[in-house]
């Protein structure tokens, strides 16, 4: 409104109040402190536009917006840091086909819808991205220009994007720390992500799920292993606590208690019950731990581990281990959500998932943890719903892999 009215005093507000806004909601690794990737891309959108906004007068022919420092210039080196590194986040969550997981809630909100592309898709952070920052390592090779840049910076900036180097997603680095909590371990075509963050905006878990210490897989760009999403919010309260359960998460469950107690009068918020804290990760394996279950008797704690590995003709695999701490005998519920389209066959001892051309094999290593596939429901878009297979499995043991 400032700048289309021409009120310098409103402009200057809006620049100091969403500079001082990114900073305290945006963890320093870069990710929204919501706790949701469709949040963070939402989020995202908004202040890559204002910015490319402000910068039209320094831009006229579509040149980068760091030519003579103009983004810093406009809101401030800590802003453009920290907006770069939420573009940075999303190519490390991002699978070879340039789509996140849907970790927390979704809504499929947009800034300024563009395209009909899905809400986990982030190749279009990443042109914009590239040319704000005329960052060649925000340029992936394999995927294919968007429209949303041209829109932004117009032809000579498509121009500019073409004319950048840009990387393999191969190249893409691991994720192993920082405070968000997500960790990512990374192949050339592999892409695992596990959730370790805190309960989003401070504890208050208005967008958060109980998905601690949960993963999601995909190979080549499809997804195997998979996030549910959010069907919907405050239409039906059952249903909308279904999707934020333990059991639609790939995590253990501990005597059909929640990590986070629901709030039961209303749709958003947790009782702020789980932290995370992680014991090691490097770029082959992960271990973490969470306090969710230690109101329990017995003071549970349930700790993971996922080991990666690769032989020498490119075969992958993914060992997760699961223990669980404390006194007493309590029972014990596994669940592995396979997004739609997954076909699933029994294979001997455990499962083949295959999609498309892709195939992996599920299976337990503890001979009294039996796997049985269950129907379930999947939400790629905020309110609808498709059907998907859950893995799901039961044993009253302690430990357990």
């Known amino acids: 409104m400032g700048l ?30 919501e706790a949701s990737t469709a949040y963070h891309r939402m989020v995202l ?14 831009m006229g022919t579509g040149l980068a917006l760091n030519e003579g420092d103009g983004a810093k210039r406009e809101m401030g080196e800590s802003f453009v840091e ?44 990443a042109d914009i991205g590239a040319l704000l920052f005329k960052e060649k390592n925000f340029r992936i090779k394999e995927w294919e ?17 073409q004319a950048l180097e840009g990387r393999t997603v191969g190249s893409i680095s691991p994720k192993t720390e920082g405070i968000s909590g997500l ?17 989003g905006t401070k504890g208050l878990g208005n967008h958060t799920h109980n998905d601690k210490l949960s993963l999601t897989l995909s190979v080549a760009g499809r997804c195997f292993i998979g996030d549910p999403g959010s ?11 279904l999707y934020r359960s333990v059991q639609f998460h790939n995590t253990v469950g501990v005597d059909g208690e929640e990590q986070n107690r629901f709030d039961r009068k209303g749709f958003f918020g947790l009782h702020n019950d789980a932290h995370v804290t992680f014991a090691g990760c490097n770029s082959s394996s992960i271990v973490a731990e969470h306090s969710g279950y230690r109101r329990l008797e017995g003071h549970v704690i349930h700790r993971r581990s996922i080991v ?94």
């Open 4 to 33: 289309a009215f021409g009120r310098k005093k409103w402009s200057l507000l809006a620049k100091r109040g969403l500079a001082q806004q990114t900073l305290s909601q945006i963890y320093e690794d870069g990710f929204d402190y």
């Open 45 to 58: 959108e908004i202040l890559l536009y204002f910015t490319v906004a402000q910068s039209r007068p320094l």
């Open 82 to 125: 920290r907006l770069s590194s939420m573009v940075r986040i999303c190519l490390q969550l991002a699978d070879s086909g340039g789509k996140v997981p849907l970790i927390g809630d979704n809504d499929s909100g947009r800034v300024i819808h563009l395209s009909d592309r899905p809400a986990t898709d982030v190749r279009a952070i």
């Open 145 to 161: 220009r968007t429209s949303e840049a041209a829109w932004a910076f117009g032809i000579a900036g498509v121009k500019q994007l």
């Open 183 to 199: 960790r990512v371990l990374r192949g050339a075509q592999d892409v695992l992500v596990f959730s370790g963050q805190p309960n």
């Open 231 to 241: 069907a919907v919010y405050t239409s039906d309260l059952n249903r909308r606590n």
């Open 308 to 401: 990666r590995s690769e032989t020498s003709d490119g075969r992958v695999s993914w060992i997760v281990t699961d223990e669980i701490k404390g006194e007493g005998t309590h029972g014990l519920d596994w669940t592995f959500v396979m997004a739609p389209g997954v076909e699933v066959a029994i294979e001997g001892a455990g499962f083949l998932m295959k999609s498309g051309p892709e195939s992996m094999t599920l299976r337990s290593l503890n001979s009294e943890l039996a796997f049985q596939i269950v129907p379930g429901n999947y939400s790629e878009e905020y309110g609808s719903e498709s059907k998907a297979h859950f893995f799901e499995g039961s044993t009253k043991d302690r430990p357990a892999v």
